[in-house]
């Protein structure tokens, strides 16, 4: 559902389950990860941060599942 709020928005590192915290910092715990208000701010971040490899989680209100999307900058 496109047309939706975006309830969630978390920054994974590719190939692990690695979240990014609003501190730059990684946790394993994604209810610890930064929930990023839109795609332009977590993309931003991840530029700013050197970050060449992630993956974004998006859910949208009215969703049940999770879709990812992966950002490869190498």
Same mark, same amino acid.
């Given at each position: 559902?496109?047309?939706? /709020?975006? $309830? $969630? @928005?978390?920054?994974? $590192? !590719?190939?692990?389950?690695? +979240?990014? *915290?609003? =501190?730059?910092?990684? =946790? *394993? *715990? !994604?209810?610890? !990860?930064f929930? +990023? /208000?839109t ?5 931003? =971040?991840?530029? !700013? $941060? ?17 879709? &990812? &999307?992966? @950002?490869?900058?190498a």
């Open positions: 559902m496109i047309d939706s /709020p975006l $309830k $969630k @928005l978390l920054v994974r $590192k !590719a190939g692990s389950n690695q +979240f990014l *915290k609003a =501190t730059g910092r990684w =946790t *394993k *715990k !994604a209810e610890a !990860a929930n +990023f /208000p795609l332009v701010d977590a993309i931003h =971040t991840c530029l !700013a $941060k050197g970050l060449r490899e992630v993956e974004f989680i998006l859910r949208f209100e009215g969703d049940a599942e999770d879709q &990812y &999307y992966a @950002l490869n900058l």
